[in-house]
């Protein structure tokens, strides 16, 4: 199959994953029965009830109420959330730029820390600095997010009062504008020097414990492709002509070894996903993650429903990419099957 | 002196001139335990899952269980917020006077039930939903692997997080969401398996004799498909504790009950004033355990696969 055709072929799957992802999202939303059931009050009488069901519609057939709902998300509405007291698409992007923040910065660690550490374990294998990254590498599924949150807010803020907790300094909030809602580049817009570094300090904490596990995964692919490439012969021949070892691994040995883990990069935006769920919790993080934690512990199906729907074509959508990605740098992957 | 005669010779697996299907068998899994054994960071899960498995079984004896429910924390309402090191406190004690140590050792209980339950359903379920698909093919197939492929566009954690909330708070709930979402992988796995051992020739010889197809689904495409389920279960005994203890931590367990996810969010509100043990300890336990799962899976996985070794 041509790539060409194995990326229309999955463009027209995508709609259709989607719509099945949205059913199953509406099912959801049925299994514990009626869900007026939060919106109700113990001096209603039957027929009451009877009359707030039939105003939303919810007499109807399933299929009916699923379309009702479906055409509603297309036109923008997403219902109210009791959580944040107000529409779900009035709170929505505020808190999905403070979720983007924070998971491109830990995204951003995980890269630049995995591919160092992997070229560092990679180039010294067997001796002791590839000792210490295999251990990170194998503690980073294992680790739980939450507990690794914990600990460092333990050290960094309860023991030694160096790292803040939320997301600003309420005062330096305020001083500047925020057009974008992502606080580091609304303070570099600002031109606010002071406010930058207000955003990155209370950045550090939350992007390390979310980016340990992602780091932890390219690390290790880094390091056992790069293992893979300096035995191969044009490594011999680099070093045959001269080529100064530094130069070998920089020039040749990494950039070969870069290939494969660019898509285990693609993977972990999963890992980073969900893990802004329980990191925004510790670390107070006004984002999408808290926001449907709290949705989940006091029943508000509106933003559930958002959430589930939005994490999941957003997860999709990337997977597409970096499917594309892969096979676009091997062709000898297999194409359909 | 020795005496040569009296030397034990190591039993040869095969006794007489036929070698049956099972001989060779016992002895593949021969040579696979000694790869297993032959990785020191496998051992090194071995232990700590023998730990941990001794703690969870002999329970009762190392803490003397709660009445009436061994499964909730007891309360020492004289003892609350001591630090590891009280008599009687080995660990310390949470903000609400529930031993740690107590927390930690029931926990390894409620974490064997979880995982235990979990993966056997799963496995269960998947290996019956993918045996169907890959053994009719054609519009089942099809069918059942786009349901697949839609629960597999739903992150798994963010899925068994909505079920779980639909269902409502409970430890019980978890092991439900957790196992409706979890047994699609092996649902996939098991179908690509025995596509695969389908068209191997022993299969088309069994056909040409007479098997009937229950015959050789049973006898001679399950055997052969089922190591990566394995390998895959043991990595998710360890997951499926992770992930049910993520949903605890946020809050989706009975308040009160020794689970290692509720203990370290109950500890949290502790840390500001420098209790750090009621969070510490527990966490530590899911760390462990997950760990050494992960570590006898990919263990697992290089014997039975020597082309990923090393990675």
């Known amino acids: 199959m041509q790539l060409r055709d194995y990326i229309i072929r999955r463009l027209i799957v995508l709609p259709i994953l989607i719509i099945g992802v949205s059913i199953v999202v509406f099912s959801l939303t049925r299994i514990s029965g009626s869900p007026v059931g939060i919106y109700l009050s113990h001096e209603m009488s039957p027929a009451e009830v009877q009359q707030i069901e039939a105003r939303y519609g919810l007499d109807k057939p399933l299929p009916v109420q699923y379309y009702a709902w479906a055409k509603g998300v297309l036109q923008g509405d997403l219902g109210w959330s009791g959580v944040a007291a107000a529409p779900v698409t009035e709170v929505f992007p505020n808190k999905l730029a403070a979720t983007m923040e924070l998971a491109f910065s830990a995204g951003f660690v995980a890269v630049s820390l995995g591919i160092w550490l992997g070229t560092f374990a990679g180039a010294r294998r067997n001796r002791w600095p590839d000792h210490i990254t295999r251990i990170v590498a194998v503690s980073g599924a294992s680790l739980p997010l939450f507990w690794l949150g914990i600990l460092l807010l333990i050290i960094f803020w309860a023991n030694l009062g160096w790292a803040p907790i939320g997301r600003s300094d309420a005062t330096i909030w305020a001083s500047i504008a925020h057009p974008t809602g992502l606080y580091t580049v609304d303070a570099l817009l600002a031109g606010n020097l002071k406010a930058f570094g207000d955003a990155v300090w209370h950045l550090a904490l939350p992007a390390l414990t979310l980016g340990y596990g992602a780091t932890a995964i390219i690390a290790r692919m880094m390091r056992s492709s790069l293992v893979e490439e300096l035995q191969q012969d044009y490594v011999d021949a680099a070093r ?45 993080w006004p984002g999408l993650g808290r926001w449907m934690a709290d949705s989940v512990l006091r029943g508000d199906q509106a933003t559930i429903m958002t959430y589930v729907l939005f994490t999941s074509v957003l997860f999709l959508m990337v997977n597409l990419v970096v499917d594309v990605i892969y096979a676009h740098l091997d062709r000898r992957v297999v194409l359909g099957g | 002196m020795a005496d040569i005669s009296q030397t034990r010779l190591p039993k040869s697996p095969f006794r007489g001139p036929t070698t049956s299907v099972w001989q060779v068998r016992v002895l593949r899994m021969r040579e696979l335990a000694a790869n297993i054994l032959s990785n020191p960071t496998t051992v090194l899960g071995l232990a700590i899952i023998g730990m941990l498995l001794g703690m969870a079984i002999f329970a ?13 924390m007891p309360r020492d309402w004289g003892a609350v917020r001591k630090p590891p090191g009280t008599p009687g406190h080995i660990l310390g004690t949470t903000n609400e006077g529930g031993d740690v140590f107590y927390g930690v050792v029931w926990g390894s209980r409620t974490s064997l039930q979880l995982s235990l339950i979990v993966v056997s359903a799963t496995v269960i379920i998947g290996t019956i939903v993918g045996s169907i698909a890959g053994f009719l093919g054609g519009w ?71 098997d009937s197809k229950i015959n050789i689904y049973f006898r001679d495409i399950l055997p052969n498909s089922f190591t990566p389920v ?33 203990l370290v969010s109950e500890g949290q509100a502790g840390i500001a004033s420098g209790r750090w043990w009621a969070s ?9 355990w997950a ?7 990919d263990g697992l996985r290089d014997a039975l696969d020597p082309r990923t070794e090393g990675r």
């Open chain 2, 60 to 72: 009762p004896f190392i803490a003397e269980p709660n009445i009436p429910d061994a499964y909730q």
């Open chain 1, 240 to 284: 045959a002509k001269g080529l100064p070892e530094r130069l070998v691994l920089r020039r040749h040995a990494r950039r070969n070894a870069l290939i494969p883990t660019v898509t285990v990069i693609g993977l972990t935006f999963g890992f980073l996903l969900q893990g802004t769920i329980t990191a925004e919790i510790i670390f107070r």
């Open chain 2, 291 to 297: 760990l050494a799962f992960n570590l006898v899976g």
């Open chain 2, 280 to 288: 510490t300890f527990p966490g530590l336990m899911i760390f462990l």
């Open chain 2, 140 to 210: 089942v197939d099809e069918v059942l692997m786009r349901i697949v492929d839609v629960f597999l566009s739903i992150p798994e954690l963010i899925f068994a997080l909505a079920i779980a909330a639909m269902l409502g708070p409970s430890f019980s709930n978890i092991i439900i969401a957790l196992s409706m979402v979890i047994w699609v992988k092996y649902a996939r796995i098991m179908r690509a398996q025995i596509i695969q051992v389908k068209q191997n020739e022993y299969i088309d010889a069994a056909r040409v004799i007479g």
């Open chain 2, 230 to 262: 394995m390998v895959q279960a043991t990595l998710d005994m360890g997951n499926v504790v992770l992930i049910g203890a993520t949903l605890s931590f946020i809050g989706l367990s009975e308040a009160g009950i020794a689970e290692w996810g509720v």
